[in-house]
């Protein structure tokens, strides 16, 4: 007796812990009737039932009944599925089965508040029945009344209409639709419960339960089919790609699809206990030891920007514009350029003209006025003419698209130097002849 009721106590507690839409469930919510009128309808041999579905062992004569399912399913595959001529029914409602659906561009709706027809006055319990707008679908031929719990309204504008729920002074709102994906076929209703063993007592259920797996298995019209269905519900896993090959190509689809399951499980239960301890025991002895590398570090006084001297680069006028000149980094050409300026400036106000001559007109007038030498005077007209042409050459380099131009010669600080000299003397020969001029006796 006292192992009897052990028996009992075991077989009720795993009918308990039986999850919903479990496909070995005999409770109320399970989905052992579907299974039963499946095998019945085609057979038990070509009835597969699996928790890991193996995407590359699918046959274009092959179906999928797939129930609410909690896990991502890969729309790419299942597509590619159903174009080589696969067929795919979803029965979902609250699952992962919205990431196919939108793949299709279908939505999900929410059904009427008032349905027209309900059961037990329960809108969650509403009615729906094949869509006689353009004249019925045939999936539901035979199909009359079909009871929903707490079901979901779909919307596509493209597809075909197959269930309809009635509003009440509200829209309509379809239940079930279908079309043709290749050669393919796909039948998305938004109810998971309406094929549980509690729900299959209602005649209409039962013979859209029969009516679908009559439209996933049925011949085509140029060809015979006598392919598997397999039905997978909950959190089954997906392994392969549809049609992949077993080398770098597979194993490529099979990587992706690991890291995309496992960003999903984490996304959807988070870290395991012990790898989020873990974790938290890392970031917190990397904080400790942020801290102590920090802790103890002296930092050099800065001293405020507002109070630091303005560089006499950046001050402007004559000091800023020497000191850019005069800088390390200054080109020498830059250079070479202020002695010309410097040259041809001093030499018109000396000879009291208002505004630079050109240089053949400044050498002539220098001599003509007698503050230079013969030999000087061709020095000055030698090294105006050497200064234009590092003048010409520079501001070519600097133009932007000018091909064809002679480079400049590599420019010493020997060369600048010899240079200024060249221009004090020179200045300095100009003086001479003026002090002389004003010290001679009338």
């Known amino acids: 007796m006292a192992s009897c009721a052990a028996l009992v ?3 009720c507690e795993r009918s308990a812990a039986a999850a919903p839409l479990d ?3 005999q409770d109320w919510e399970g989905l052992t009737q579907l299974l039963a009128i499946v095998r019945a309808e085609i057979g038990q041999e070509r009835v597969v039932l699996t928790s890991k579905l193996d995407l590359r062992s699918l046959d274009r004569a092959d179906a999928l009944v797939i129930v609410h399912p909690t896990r991502r399913l890969d729309a790419e595959d299942l597509s590619a599925f159903m174009h080589a001529g696969g067929r795919v029914v979803l029965l ?7 990431g196919l659906l939108a793949y299709f561009g279908i939505l999900r709706v929410p059904l009427p508040r008032q349905p027209a027809a309900m059961l037990r006055g329960n809108p969650a319990l509403a009615i729906a029945e094949p869509d006689l707008t353009s004249g019925g679908h045939p999936a539901v031929r035979d199909v009359s009344h079909v009871v929903t719990n707490h079901a979901t309204g779909l919307a596509h ?11 009440d ?7 079930a639709v279908a079309g043709i994906v290749g050669q393919g076929r796909l039948l998305a209703i938004g109810d998971a419960s309406i094929a549980m063993n509690a729900m299959l007592r209602y005649p209409g259920n039962r013979a859209l339960t029969l009516a679908l797996i009559r439209y996933a298995t049925e011949s085509d019209v140029w060809s015979s089919r006598g392919g598997k269905l397999y039905v ?10 549809f049609g992949a090959s077993t080398g770098l190509a597979g194993a490529a689809d099979e990587a992706r699809r690991t890291v995309v399951q496992t960003l999903d499980a984490l996304r959807r239960d988070g870290l395991p206990p012990l790898v989020a301890y873990l974790a938290a025991i890392a970031v917190g002895l990397g904080v400790l030891f942020w801290a102590s590398t920090r802790a103890g570090k002296t930092h050099r006084p800065s001293v405020p920007r507002f109070v630091r001297p303005v560089p006499i680069a950046a001050q402007g006028g004559v000091a800023g514009h020497a000191a850019t000149v005069g800088a390390l980094g200054a080109p020498r050409a830059a250079v070479m350029l202020e002695l010309k300026s410097a040259l041809e400036e001093q030499l018109a106000t000396r000879l009291g003209l208002e505004r630079t001559p050109t240089h053949d007109d400044l050498v002539a007038r220098t001599r003509a006025a007698g503050l230079l030498g ?4 061709r020095g000055l007209a030698s090294l105006l003419a050497s200064l234009a042409e590092i003048e010409t050459m520079h501001v070519a380099r600097r133009q932007r698209g000018q091909r064809g131009q002679r480079p400049i010669g590599r420019l010493r600080d ?11 003397g020179l200045l300095e020969a100009v003086d001479t002849r003026l002090r002389d001029r004003v010290t001679l006796p009338p």
């Open 414 to 424: 020997a060369d600048v130097v010899a240079v200024a000299e060249r221009v004090r």
């Open 232 to 241: 997978v519900a909950n959190d089954f896993d997906t392994t392969g790609s």
């Open 169 to 175: 002074g509200e829209p309509d709102v379809l239940l």
């Open 9 to 11: 106590l075991t077989a």
């Open 23 to 25: 496909p070995q469930g």
């Open 92 to 98: 979902d409602d609250y699952g992962t089965g919205d």
């Open 374 to 377: 013969e030999d000087d005077a």
């Open 157 to 167: 504008p493209g597809l075909s209409r197959v269930l309809v729920v009635h509003g």
